[in-house]
């Protein structure tokens, strides 16, 4: 059975994506799909009061594995003018950037919350990842030079967050010892490079028409692949032996009570209200 999705979902614009590249991204949301399931799994698997970044890593797959099901089948793009290399419009995939909206906040969550940072730099810093998205997204609806104003933007967020990620977390104390220390390093070094090629990326598709969009397919979906599922993987293989208990993310329910019980601990019982005075 071959491959219908071009013909059934026609596309609307010059410069648009082949039956070719349809393959590739149905083979990566395979990949992402295939990972998704076996990060339930692993989910399941680990003690209650400690599945939280397992299922922030479900989350992020989830996403991806919709968006990428999307594209495949030609769905969720706008055709936009081209500013370079010929005449007529280009295909845009929205859902591409609505998937990063959701997944690139959550993959720094993931990260920043292995460190010391307070509550106030980790909000930050997820703030300007979603900055860059947003500046990604609205630069390739531009047709004009204008658009790369907002590539500027994107790119100074990204420089934000690498300052984040390979300066200032590393440099903060590690609740959970100094050996996540090199686990972080590892993993935060590894998205980091990823990322760098990204606004290349964006350069060469969305921004200035080099490449095709069957291209740009595969360019995009290499990097997400590595940034998604390979990231999380390694990242959760670093934090395999970790105590959650000392990351302090304790919802004062399961994870204090049930996971202690599950030990053969004796649990605490809740305290009572202060009484408020006036």
Not at 117 to 130: H, Q
Not at 195 to 210: D, F, K, R, S
Request: glycine share 8%.
């Amino acid at each position: 059975m071959g491959n219908h999705a071009l013909q059934l979902n026609p596309p609307t614009a010059d410069f648009h994506l082949s039956t070719n590249g349809s393959d590739w991204l149905w083979a990566a949301f395979s990949i992402i799909a295939l990972s998704l399931l076996c990060m339930v799994v692993l989910d399941f698997l680990r003690p209650r009061g400690t599945r939280l970044f397992h299922q922030l890593a479900i989350i992020i797959l989830s996403t991806m594995s919709i968006s990428y099901f999307s594209m495949a089948s030609d769905l969720g793009s706008t055709p936009i003018s081209v500013e370079f290399r010929g005449e007529g419009t280009r295909q845009i995939y929205y859902v591409r950037y609505i998937q990063w909206f959701i997944t690139f906040p959550l993959l720094l969550l993931e990260l920043l919350l292995t460190t010391g940072l307070s509550l106030s730099d980790i909000m930050t810093t997820l703030f300007m990842g979603v900055v860059m998205v947003i500046c990604g997204l609205v630069g390739a609806l531009v047709h004009s030079d204008y658009k790369w104003g907002y590539y500027v933007f994107g790119v100074c967020s990204l420089f934000y967050v690498w300052y984040v990620l390979l300066w200032h977390a590393p440099r903060a104390a590690f609740a959970a010892g100094e050996s996540l220390r090199t686990s972080y390093m590892i993993s935060s070094g590894f998205l980091s490079f990823v990322l760098i090629t990204y606004p290349i990326a964006w350069a060469c598709a969305e921004g200035g028409n080099v490449i095709s969009v069957t291209s740009e397919m595969i360019w995009y979906g290499i990097l997400d692949i590595f940034a998604g599922p390979v990231f999380l993987f390694v990242f959760l293989w670093e934090l395999r032996g970790v105590d959650y208990a000392a990351f302090g993310l304790h919802s004062g329910k399961y994870t204090d009570n049930g996971a202690r019980a599950e030990k053969g601990l004796p649990t605490t019982a809740p305290s009572a209200p202060v009484p408020i005075t006036q």
